[in-house]
């Protein structure tokens, strides 16, 4: 018996995106795998830039393609009535362009006044640098991530992975379910701006509240983060790389209590928190050397036993082997027309009453072009001429 397939929580709403590269893509994929229906529009012949990169595929699985070029007068009069029939249009060209072409978010809700369009960008569409170039490293070197990545003697390093694409990705995602909520009780339709370093900004935690208190900025200790204690990376006996993070009380308790040594909690360094903050080089000491004697099998025995928060860093390999990543669908394989099998990550969050899933793969340049134009009720003769105009 057939698994029986539910409507996704996003059902009925159409997204149009015209996103490129990485952030508007991957918040377009993210509506698409809570069931929402996503056309991307692309420049006839040319496509998305990143077509040739095997993250296309991953950040644009399970939406349809349709070529336009809104540089044309037919292409700007067809992505208006593809627009019509659209409740969210994506977008992360530099500010400015689509009011360039003549197909502004205010001018598209002239006919269809609840259109939400989600306009991603480096610095955001307002501002004195709203119009410089930006892209995902430039972003996090202006949110402070990158200062404050790496070792104190050393300079600034990126994250290893693309942080504020992602990260502003995820927050569009977010401001447009909020938009069409606000939109159900208005019938309005509006802007949400997202710019790549407030994304990474807004993650930054107490980063400014400590600058703010105390006028000292705090500058890169490696992987210790100052004020938070016991929480270091350590070194088993064969080799392995164990990170153990125990910042409350309690928690500190028990991994006394792990390593053998409850004798710790009345050590006048250790006995108070602000003396525990100020004495975690020799707290991280006795921990690195307990973790130094012992295999990463038993050290991760006796911390989950003990319920001690720690974990091996996980590279790439770690991660395909794991029994956990396994068992919660977190690495999928997406057959991909341009670069066969691939292996992905799987859905976040998990809805147990309308579960997100992976809706196929990434959609070869044009390929529902006419699909799609027939659905807006074209006639094989008005694509015909479309095509001659160059226009998809």
């Not at 006919?111 to 640098?129: D, E, F, K, M």
Request: a negative charge; charged letters at 20%; one cysteine or more.
């Amino acid at each position: 018996m057939a698994e029986e397939v539910l409507p996704g929580a996003l059902a009925g709403i159409r997204v149009v995106t015209t996103g490129q590269i990485l952030a508007a893509p991957y918040c377009a994929t993210l509506l698409r795998e809570f069931g929402a229906e996503v056309i991307k529009v692309e420049q006839p012949g040319i496509g998305d830039p990143n077509r040739d990169n095997i993250s296309f595929a991953q950040d644009n699985r399970g939406v349809q393609s349709v070529t336009i070029d809104l540089r044309i007068p037919e292409g700007k009069v067809l992505f208006r009535r593809l627009c019509d029939t659209a409740d969210i249009l994506i977008e992360n060209f530099r500010p400015g362009t689509l009011e360039g072409w003549g197909v502004a978010p205010d001018s598209l809700r002239e006919t269809n006044p609840g259109l939400i369009a989600v306009r991603i960008s480096g610095y955001g569409q307002t501002g004195p640098y709203k119009d410089r170039a930006s892209f995902d490293r430039v972003a996090l070197a202006m949110s402070g991530l990158t200062y404050l990545t790496g070792y104190e003697d050393r300079p600034p390093v990126r994250p290893g992975y693309f942080v504020a694409d992602y990260g502003a990705g995820t927050f569009a995602a977010f401001g447009a379910l909020a938009a069409l909520q606000a939109r159900a009780h208005t019938g309005k339709g509006q802007d949400v701006d997202v710019a790549l370093y407030e994304a990474v900004w807004r993650m930054s935690g107490t980063y400014a509240g400590g600058y703010g208190r105390t006028g000292t900025a705090r500058e890169r200790h490696g992987n210790y983060v100052p004020g938070v204690v016991p929480a270091e990376q350590f070194t088993t006996a064969d080799g392995a790389y164990l990170v153990v993070n125990c910042t409350t009380a309690r928690a500190f308790a028990r991994l006394c209590d792990a390593i053998g040594q409850p004798e710790l909690l009345a050590d006048p360094r250790f006995a108070a928190r602000r003396d525990l903050q100020a004495n975690y080089e020799a707290i991280h000491a006795i921990l690195g050397a307990w973790v130094a004697a012992r295999s990463l099998a038993e050290c991760q025995r006796v911390f989950d036993e003990a319920g001690v928060p720690a974990m091996q860093v996980y590279g790439i390999q770690e991660i395909l082997a794991d029994a956990h990543y396994a068992a919660r669908d977190q690495v999928v394989t997406v057959e991909d027309a341009a670069f066969g099998p691939l292996l992905q990550p799987g859905i976040v969050p998990r809805l147990t009453g309308t579960p997100g899933r992976v809706q196929g793969r990434a959609p070869s340049l044009g390929e529902h072009t006419d699909s799609v134009l027939a659905e807006l009720g074209l006639t094989p003769g008005e694509v015909a001429a479309l095509r001659t105009a160059k226009a998809i």
